[in-house]
């Protein structure tokens, strides 16, 4: 996959994505990340890419024509252009994995108090990653692309990875433990010592639903876990 970036700050994007798996991914081409800077697609003699808001008011704005500039420099028929803003639909894992099969995808970051809303209608799509409000779409562009990647085939090694994990098939996924058995007095639940695959199956199973209830009940199988008998409330 082929996705760009044009943003003020690419050191933003481009050093988190340098380590680690989605690292790698670019080593070996998975992902083809690069970079457009507006400041780039200036004209004048400061490069400026923002000025104050019309009607007043604090901070600056984006100016729409480097960003167009920019934009215009990379997007081909099959771009799917994303406007990062916390205006936008809120990103989750059934988009991710819509993300996952398009061929090219363009992030346009706002920084500042935001963007000339006038570059708005050159997106396919304007995209939040939650209700909070960043300094510019600069990390929520890391969290999509970071998560996308991860969905490309041949990324992850085990290709299950991607199958039973938190949020497919709207469950958060059962807790994880490794060695040693006994940690500071807390052991590792029984039934996954056992070595029986369909008892750990349904254990996990369980603890799914379970804390899917308790954590996110807002989830699509949120409402499905089997309420703990009353009075043993668990911890
Ligand atoms: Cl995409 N941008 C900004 N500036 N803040 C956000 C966001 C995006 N998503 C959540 N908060």
Not at 47 to 61: F, I, S
Not at 67 to 84: E, G, H, P, T, W
Not at 154 to 159: A, F, H, R, T, W
Not at 166 to 191: D, N
Request: with cysteine; hydrophobic share 40%.
């Amino acid at each position: 996959m082929r996705v760009d970036a044009v943003t003020l700050f690419p050191a933003m994007i481009d050093s988190p994505l340098s380590e680690s798996i989605v690292g790698r991914a670019r080593e070996e081409g998975f992902l083809e990340l690069g970079f457009l800077n507006p400041r780039d697609f200036t004209e004048d003699r400061h490069r400026t890419v923002d000025d104050k808001p019309y009607g007043g008011g604090t901070g600056m704005v984006m100016m729409a024509e480097p960003v167009y500039r920019a934009l215009k420099k990379v997007r081909k028929k099959n771009s799917f252009v994303i406007l990062l803003t916390p205006k936008g639909r809120r990103f989750d894992q059934p988009l991710a994995l819509e993300l996952a099969k398009k061929k090219h995808l363009i992030f346009i970051c706002g920084h500042y108090e935001g963007i000339d809303e006038r570059v708005t209608p050159l997106a396919d799509m304007e995209l939040s990653i939650g209700d909070y409000v960043l300094t510019g779409g600069e990390p929520a562009a890391v969290a999509v692309i970071d998560a996308v990647t991860r969905l490309i085939p041949g990324v992850l090694k085990k290709e299950d990875a991607t199958v039973n994990e938190t949020f497919t098939g709207g469950l958060l996924e059962a807790p994880h433990y490794t060695r040693p058995g006994v940690w500071r007095g807390e052991k590792v639940p029984e039934a996954l010592l056992s070595g029986n695959h369909k008892l750990i199956a349904e254990w996990r199973s369980t603890q799914a639903r379970e804390l899917t209830g308790k954590a996110r009940p807002d989830l699509p199988a949120g409402g499905q876990a089997k309420k703990p008998a009353r009075g043993k409330k668990k911890i």
